[in-house]
Every structure is written in structure tokens, then in C-alpha cells.
């Protein structure tokens, strides 16, 4: 049972930072523009195949390095060119732009690296078990994964909280015309974060590639699950996003872990159904089934019951 | 004779339209058309009733395949109803059932989820529409997991002989419902509630200091676009005898906003051309070319970019030149620009299948042409440049004539 | 009696408190200014009254009925219309759809998905003699959202009486207008206003002794006088808090 319990923590945890790596960028657009950026997902794939092409040729490190670089000047340009044109013509309109974009890289994807999926792997210095515990390994690329994830956010804290440009950035988020007011180009500010979160969103991809397999529906795999995220966590909002990423991420390991079905629960009050009952399907759910649609169920009950979000103070 | 003609002022379109989608199979009548006349039936129904939440209603859904897939799912158990003698009547009423059933859940799923519009109405879309998807390979005895459920369309009683066995007698039927659906979808934006969906989609704290209640308009809106949904998936389970997941995931939602919006919102017809495209993209171009979805995402971006109002917009845009009797002397810079444009769309359609191509000559338009030749590459790239340029030497010029057809005879400015 | 009665109305947001007990009655037929300086809480005050925002105590009564935290479709169900200061009109319906919508519900259509508008002869009437009132006959069928400053000032106007409310309240109907649109617009309130109870929010002080019977003056969200023209006017608190000011301005 302990080692159940410990290896769906590390990889909850694994997920939860994987997911906040997409989901930090994602807010960090939206709280800046106002954008929910459908196509986030879709760097985080371009991240991964970039990554891999890289790899094939220069090693697993200088993909690391060089793919989110790649992902961050063509997220830039996106902004440069195609959102800020759609801009004027309101909120519906860019998302609806960005939902097109997603669908767009998709395909752009399938037509320059093919359907099947790529045999992106994680380096081979990395393939040994960091520990074993209860005789279940836990593989060092995976630890190198949640080093990489909090390096980066420490990183990132530092530059918005201790950087000039940070601090005009967070300013920037709250007051964007007082800031444009004091000369500052707030135009080529929006476009360098759409870069960067876009850039960040590579690097989730190219770590998460080796482990979640690299091929052209991974972006529809995560994309959604990171829209739950940052609604959870409060449009927005940082600290929720965190919170929400780590939320989701265990919640959906332990599902995938236990056992636990509906059949437990009815025993728990003694009920029991009888197995060709019409509604058999429903008392013989188990958890790991239902592991997939936890995050929407707690996404509608979330803007049902808070629209904003667990710490989000934006209404619309 | 002066009553005649307010009655084809009035009613004119209407019988052609009617005329249209019956005289259809006159004009191609092989399996493959008259399988393309059923899909584009059930998708005008399907982007219509879309264009009610989006166009008119200003709700930007992501998961409207939920009530078409609804719909369906219970067209088919219908179906499977009345070949169990459980249920006694015909087939061709099928997609009344599914429209109600759609009615059904969107006044559940409506009744919280049009408290707002805009970014939170989105997102709860989303979330329904991958909960349900999610769902319904987990409750395998309505949904029938990943191979879904199918039926025969071939029980019940028939309608005056017609058995709707084959598929163009199912192309009359979805024509007639189509044709329904359409004049109910029109009339709705014709009444109190129809018009109130405008005003909330414009400006809802306003409609509130009118009288109405926005979120009680969005939610008519709503359940009435729930309902044609429904009728849509009833077509289509009647047309494929099964359903299966995909019909209610959001790829399916994804394919009716893109129709809606390509077509264009906003304009009644303009999802009505949405969806005549993309059918025949889907069915036509699809057997050309294994990149046809990379072609209509290619499209949708530009249209979202260029015409935000889509095809129907970029007609309409028309009708000021017109009413000034100025429409042609925009054909010349029409011409003068669209001519540089055709040849890089060609070009760059060209080089697309190039780059594709696994084979040793690729061809196309008549030509054949050879991905391992130098010379081809650079004389397609010449090419296609030097379209590009014409389009941006020429660009200014259309402009320009623009402006002066659409200028307001006398007035400054 | 007041048709419309405000009690001890307060309102904060947060630990900002804006409105601070204002007691106010309106009679029927009255036209009524409501002046004060920036910031002194007009705009928050016809918020609260036509529901926009819910009071934090305090009650409202219209026509004897308290409407306080009522929903603002409530509220104009009840007979009370406003305008807004920022124009505030239905930009891609038409002209003459804005006003027709504005009267669906006072003609008893409510929700209606059964009722043909086309049909309606007697409505499309009432809208097309709205649009005459407020001289937008011709552009009836362009889209508002196109239409110039003046013309959007008007259509807005339209919108606010074309229900036939009995209490109607406007936010700076003449701000940003030229000297001369500005008269044709006080002509046009006059006109449209006969008989009614009209409350009124604006700066230019010729126009509101000009329009107004009775005048309200709000300071940092309390009525300090309230009175005909001529007391406001030779009153020395408003001089000490408004009026000077404004002197100086103009």
C-alpha cells in the first residue's frame, strides 16, 4: 500500500510539474493579453518534434537547448503576425484564431514528420534507476524531469520578481494601458511573453517527449487537460495555476493507481446490483476508468460553482 | 400580377432553395453524389444550428457535436427500437426523435452553462463536450464504447410504399428535413426571442436595461440550437445506420465551427456555403490529396485573418458598390490581382504535394513533374515568387478602386 | 407620492465607501438634475438605482415598490429606463432593430419564439415613430454601430424612451457634443421627456437650469442640498463645493 502510495505521489508529481511548465505559460499570456491560447499545446509539440530532429543528428542536449529557442521565435511570430491582426476584432476572434492554429500545427505536423510515432529518446545517460523502493525503480529521467521543471520556475520567479523587465512585465499585467503610458512598448512586451510562454511549452514538450511518447496527437492529449488547469487554478492566476497543475496531476495518478470501484463504495453502504441491471455500466465503474474525465467533471463544477477560479479574481 | 410578385419577393428563395435540393440528384445521380448530398444535408442542418449559438447568439461553443452526437445516439437506438417492434412507427421520423433528445440536453446542460458568454461559456463547452466524449466509452450499453451502435433503417412501417432502404430515398427525406429545419431556423431569427439573441450578442448589459434577461435569452438560443443539433445527428443516423464516439467529440465540434465560420456568421447563409465547402472538401479533395486537412486548416486561418466575416461576409462586403452601381469597375483590379493570386496559390499548392510526395513523379494539373529534379524546384519557386510580387504590386491598385466604389456619391467623405 | 424614493442608500466597494446615506424623492412629472463634481458618485448613484450594481443598505421604491438589488430587466419591466454615459447601443443590428428591441417588452412579447416581427404592424409602427422622434427615419436600416457621434447620442435616447418608461434616467445625454448638437439634443430630451419623470446626471450648468425643476447636489456621495434652481443657485454650501469650481472652469 506504501509503495503505491509513494510512487503515484512522485508521479503526480512528475505530471503536476510537467502540466505547470504548459500551464505557467499559458497564464502568464492570458493574464498579459487576455488570450487563452488553444494552440499552447501545440508548441509544447512542436517542442517535442523539434527536440527529436535535433536529437537524431546532435544528441538529446542540444535539443534540450535549441528546440524551445525554435518554439519561442516561431510563438513570437505568430503573435507578431497573426494574433495582433486578429486582435481588433475581439476576444471570440482570437481564440477562435488560436483554435485554427492548433489545428493547423496538427496537421502542419503530420505533413513535415509523418503520422506514426517517433522513437524520441530520453539519453542514455539518464537511463538508470535514481532508486528503487518496495523493488520499484524510479528512472532518473524522471527525476531529471522534476529538476529541470523547479530550475526553470526558479528561474522564471526570479526574472518577474527581481528583473526590471519582470517587474514591468507584472505591472504590465494589472495595468497594461498605465504602462504603455509610461513609454514603455507594450506591443513588443506582449510579443516577447508570447515567446517565452511559448518557449516554456517547448521545453515541457521536449523533456515530456521521451516519456509520453512523441506523435501527432499529443497536443490534443494535454491541450485540453491544461485549458482545465488554468480555469481551476483561476484565469490568471500563478499560484492557482500551481496549485491546480499539482491538483490534476496527482488526482489522476492515484486514479490510474487504485483499484477502487463503485462496486467498494455501494459494498461500503451494502447495496449491491445485480449485473445485467440497465444501469450495470454505471455501478461498475472504477476509478482508473474514470480517471480521464475527472479534470472536465472538476472543470464544470468549478465554473458552475466559482467561475474565477480557485484563487483567479478576474470576472470576464 | 402585383401579387404575384410580393410572392416571389417573399417566397421566391425558398422554392428555389427547395428545388435546389431536390432537383440535386437529377444532376449527378452516381452513389458517390448522392452520398455526398446526404453529408452535405445533415452539415447544413448540423452548421445552421451552430450558427445560432455563434453567430447569432455571440456563444463560442466547443462542444456542439454533444447534442448532434445525442441526437444520433438515440436516432440509432430508435432505430434499433422499432426493429425490436418496441416502438411502432416510421423511420422518417427518426430525426424528430433526435432533435428532441438534443432539446433534451441542452436544457440540462443550458440551464447552468449560459450564465455567461464569452471565454467561461467557451471553456464550460469544452469541459461537457470532453466529459461526455470521455464518457461515453465508459457507458458502453447506450454508447457502445469505441465501436458505438448501429442499426437497420429497413423496419417499421413504410410511408406509402417508400421503405427508405436506399440511400436516395433517404436523400429525399433529409432534403424535406432539411428543408424544415432551415425555414424553423430562419423564422426563429425573425421572432422577439430571435432578435433578443442579437441584441445580448451586441451588448448584454444593455438588453438587461431593456427588459430581458440575458441569460434567459442565451438559454432559448441555446436549447433551440440543441434541438437542430439533434435533428442533424438524427440525419446522420438514419444516413449510416451507426454512431460512434467521434460524432460527439470535439473534433466533430471543431469541423461545424470551422464550417460556420468559413461560411460565415452572422450572414443566414453563410453556414448554408460552410457547410457545401467543407463536405466537398471532405468528400472530393480528400480523394486528390492526403493533405486536404492541412489545406482547410490553411484556409481557416486566412479566413479568420483576412475575412473575418467569411465567404458570405466577402459577398456582402459587395452590396454598398452595388447599390451604387459601381460593381464593375472592380472587375478589372479583381482580374488585374486575382490573377498573380491564382498562379502562387497554384504554386504553392504545387510545392505542398512536391514536398509530400513519396513517388517518383508527382501529377498534377496535367503536369508531371519530378521531386528529384533541381530545375522543377527552382522554376516552381521562380514561379510562385513571382506571383507573389504581381499580388503585392497590384494590391495598392485594388485598394484604391475599392475605395472609390464604395465612396458615397456627393457626401465628404 | 415620490414615484421614485431612495432611503439612506449607502454603498461601498471594498473598504471605499461611495455612497453615503443619500435620501432623495422624485415626484411624478418632475424633471430632475442631479449634479456634483467628478467623483462624486452619480454614475455609482444611477447604477444602484437602475440595478446595475446591488446597494449595500438602504432601500429604493419605485412607484412604491422597493426594486433595490433587483436585476436590471426587473427594474425596466417596472417602468424605469436609463441611458448611458458611455454610448451603449446594439453596434451590429440596425438602426431601426435597436429601437424595435427596445420595445419588445413593454408590447408584452417577452420571450417569444412563436411571433413573427414582420407581422407585427403595429410594433414596426411604434419603432418607426421613435426613429422619427429622434430624427433617425432615414437611417433606419444602417448598421448603429456606423453611425456618427451626434446620431449614436440619439439612437441612444431612442433606446432609453422607446418602451414608454414613466422614470427615465440619463447619464450626461449632451457630453462631447458641439454647441449646436448639444441644443438640438436638449430639444430632443424636452420633446421626448412631456409628461414624464425625467432624472438627469450632467455638467453643462446651462442646460440643467435650463431643463430641470429641481435640483440634487451630491458631494463625496451625500445630497447636500436639493431644491428649485434658484435656491441651488444662491445656495452657499453648492457654491463652496460645486458651483465655484465650476465657475472657474468655464
Not at chain 1, 545517460?125 to 518496495?134: C, G, H, I, P, S
Not at chain 1, 472538476?298 to 466559482?306: A, D, E, G, Q, S
Not at chain 2, 436595461?209 to 439533434?230: E, K, M, T
Not at chain 2, 465547402?277 to 490553411?298: A, E, F, P, R, V
Request: net charge negative.
Amino acid at each position: 500500500m506504501l509503495d503505491v502510495l509513494i510512487f503515484a505521489t512522485l508521479n503526480g508529481l512528475v505530471t503536476g510539474l510537467l502540466l505547470f511548465m504548459l500551464a505557467s505559460g499559458l497564464t502568464l499570456i492570458f493574464s498579459m493579453m487576455g488570450v487563452l491560447n488553444f494552440a499552447h499545446a501545440s508548441f509544447y509539440m512542436l517542442g517535442a518534434y523539434f527536440a527529436y530532429s535535433l536529437s537524431l543528428y546532435f544528441g538529446f542536449w542540444t535539443g534540450l537547448i535549441f528546440a524551445p529557442l525554435i518554439v519561442g521565435v516561431l510563438g513570437a511570430l505568430v503573435e507578431r503576425y497573426g494574433l495582433r491582426r486578429v486582435h481588433q476584432a475581439g476576444h471570440v476572434a482570437e481564440l477562435v484564431f488560436t483554435f485554427g492554429l492548433a489545428f493547423l500545427i496538427e496537421e502542419a505536423v503530420q505533413f513535415f514528420w509523418g503520422r506514426d510515432t517517433k522513437s524520441y529518446q530520453s539519453p542514455d545517460v539518464l537511463n538508470f534507476a535514481l532508486f528503487t523502493l518496495f523493488g520499484q525503480e524510479f528512472s532518473a529521467y524522471r527525476g531529471f524531469m522534476i529538476a529541470i521543471s523547479v530550475g526553470i520556475f526558479i528561474g522564471l520567479y526570479y526574472v518577474l520578481t527581481r528583473s526590471r523587465v519582470g517587474i514591468i512585465i507584472q505591472a504590465a499585467i494589472t495595468h497594461p494601458n498605465t504602462v504603455a503610458n509610461l513609454g514603455h512598448n507594450v506591443p513588443l512586451i506582449f510579443m516577447g511573453v508570447f515567446g517565452v510562454g511559448t518557449a516554456l511549452a517547448g521545453v515541457a514538450g521536449v523533456i515530456a517527449g521521451p516519456v509520453l511518447t512523441t506523435f501527432p496527437g499529443m497536443a490534443t492529449v494535454l491541450g485540453s487537460i491544461v485549458f482545465v488547469i488554468v480555469v481551476i487554478g483561476g484565469l490568471g492566476s500563478l499560484a492557482g495555476a500551481f496549485i491546480a497543475s499539482l491538483l490534476i496531476g496527482l488526482l489522476q495518478s492515484f486514479a490510474i493507481a487504485s483499484d477502487v470501484g463503485m462496486e467498494d463504495l455501494l459494498d461500503l453502504f451494502g447495496i449491491s446490483f445485480p449485473y445485467d441491471h440497465a444501469l450495470a455500466d454505471l455501478w461498475g465503474l472504477t476509478l482508473p476508468q474514470v480517471a480521464p474525465i475527472l479534470p472536465f467533471l472538476l472543470l464544470v463544477l468549478v465554473l458552475i460553482f466559482r467561475p474565477t477560479g480557485l484563487m483567479g479574481k478576474r470576472e470576464e | 400580377m402585383v401579387i404575384l410578385q410580393t410572392l416571389v419577393k417573399k417566397f421566391g428563395i425558398w422554392v428555389a432553395y427547395l428545388a435546389v435540393l431536390l432537383l440535386l440528384p437529377q444532376l449527378f445521380d452516381s452513389i458517390l453524389a448522392i452520398s455526398i448530398y446526404n453529408q452535405m444535408a445533415i452539415a447544413i442542418v448540423f452548421a445552421l444550428s451552430y450558427n445560432m449559438l455563434l453567430g447569432q447568439g455571440g456563444m463560442l461553443s466547443f462542444g456542439h457535436a454533444v447534442y448532434f452526437g445525442m441526437g444520433g445516439f438515440l436516432g440509432v437506438h430508435t432505430l434499433l427500437m422499432i426493429e425490436n417492434e418496441s416502438v411502432y412507427f416510421s423511420v422518417m421520423w427518426v430525426p424528430f426523435i433526435g432533435g428532441l433528445f438534443g432539446l433534451l440536453c441542452a436544457l440540462f446542460i443550458g440551464s447552468f452553462s449560459t450564465r455567461k458568454a464569452g471565454t467561461v461559456f467557451a471553456m464550460i463547452s469544452l469541459g461537457i463536450g470532453e466529459l461526455i466524449a470521455a464518457s461515453s466509452l465508459i457507458f458502453v450499453d447506450f454508447f457502445g464504447g469505441e465501436a458505438g451502435i448501429s442499426g437497420d433503417r429497413t423496419f417499421g412501417p413504410t410511408f406509402f410504399g417508400v421503405d427508405f432502404a436506399q440511400n436516395i430515398q433517404i436523400y429525399y427525406l433529409a432534403a424535406i428535413w432539411t428543408f424544415i429545419a432551415t425555414i424553423f431556423m430562419y423564422l426563429f431569427t425573425q421572432t422577439p426571442a430571435g432578435r433578443m439573441a442579437n441584441a445580448v450578442r451586441d451588448n448584454p448589459i444593455r438588453a438587461e436595461f431593456i427588459g430581458y434577461s440575458a441569460r434567459r435569452v442565451r438559454f432559448i438560443s441555446f436549447c433551440a440550437a440543441g434541438l437542430f443539433a439533434g435533428v442533424a445527428g438524427g440525419l446522420f443516423a438514419l444516413n449510416y445506420e451507426f454512431i460512434t464516439e467521434e460524432n460527439l467529440n470535439a473534433a466533430t465540434s471543431g469541423r461545424v465551427l470551422l464550417m460556420a465560420y468559413i461560411g460565415g456568421l452572422g450572414y443566414f447563409i453563410g453556414p448554408i456555403i460552410g457547410a457545401v465547402l467543407l463536405t466537398l472538401m471532405n468528400t472530393l479533395l480528400s480523394t486528390y490529396t492526403d493533405l486536404w486537412l492541412l489545406y482547410l486548416g490553411i484556409l481557416f486561418l486566412l479566413t479568420v485573418m483576412f475575412l473575418p466575416r467569411g465567404f458570405a461576409g466577402f459577398i456582402m462586403m459587395h452590396q454598398v458598390a452595388w447599390l451604387r452601381g459601381r460593381l464593375t469597375s472592380l472587375i478589372k483590379p479583381y482580374l488585374i490581382t486575382g490573377l498573380p493570386a491564382l498562379v502562387f496559390l497554384l504554386g504553392v499548392v504545387t510545392l505542398i504535394e512536391l514536398i509530400h510526395t513519396e513517388d517518383e513523379t508527382l501529377s498534377i494539373w496535367g503536369l508531371s513533374l519530378t521531386p528529384a529534379s533541381v530545375p522543377t524546384w527552382i522554376v516552381l519557386i521562380a514561379i510562385t515568387g513571382a506571383a507573389f510580387y504581381g499580388i503585392r504590386r497590384s494590391l495598392p491598385q485594388l485598394r484604391e478602386a475599392w475605395h472609390a466604389a464604395n465612396k458615397p456619391d456627393g457626401e465628404g467623405n | 407620492m415620490a414615484i421614485l424614493s431612495l432611503k439612506d442608500v449607502h454603498k461601498s466597494f471594498g473598504i471605499t465607501h461611495i455612497i453615503r446615506g443619500v435620501s432623495l424623492d422624485i415626484e411624478q412629472g418632475e424633471k430632475h438634475a442631479i449634479i456634483g463634481p467628478n467623483g462624486a458618485g452619480k454614475s455609482t448613484l444611477y447604477h444602484l438605482i437602475s440595478g446595475l450594481y446591488s446597494v449595500t443598505s438602504g432601500t429604493i421604491e419605485l412607484k412604491g415598490e422597493e426594486i433595490q438589488n433587483k436585476p436590471p430587466y426587473e427594474i425596466s419591466r417596472r417602468g424605469l429606463a436609463r441611458s448611458f454615459q458611455v454610448t451603449n447601443i446594439f453596434p451590429r443590428m440596425s438602426v431601426f432593430e435597436n429601437v424595435r428591441c427596445a420595445l419588445l417588452w413593454s408590447r408584452g412579447f417577452r420571450y417569444s419564439f412563436w411571433h413573427l416581427l414582420g407581422r407585427q404592424g403595429e410594433l414596426n409602427d411604434c419603432a418607426m415613430e421613435v426613429l422619427s422622434q429622434i430624427g433617425l427615419l432615414e437611417k433606419a436600416s444602417f448598421p448603429a454601430g456606423e453611425l456618427a457621434y451626434a446620431q449614436q447620442r440619439a439612437l441612444e435616447l431612442g433606446i432609453t424612451i422607446a418602451s414608454g418608461a414613466e422614470v427615465i434616467l440619463l447619464d450626461e445625454p449632451v457630453a462631447g457634443m458641439s454647441h449646436s448638437e448639444a441644443e438640438n439634443a436638449v430639444q430632443l430630451i424636452r420633446q421626448i421627456t412631456e409628461g414624464k419623470t425625467l432624472v438627469m446626471v450632467e455638467h453643462d450648468m446651462n442646460i440643467v437650469f435650463d431643463v430641470a425643476d429641481r435640483i440634487s447636489v451630491l458631494v463625496y456621495g451625500e445630497v447636500i442640498a436639493s431644491d428649485k434652481p434658484a435656491a441651488i443657485r444662491g445656495n452657499q454650501r453648492v457654491q463652496e463645493a460645486y458651483l465655484g469650481e465650476v465657475a472657474t472652469h468655464a
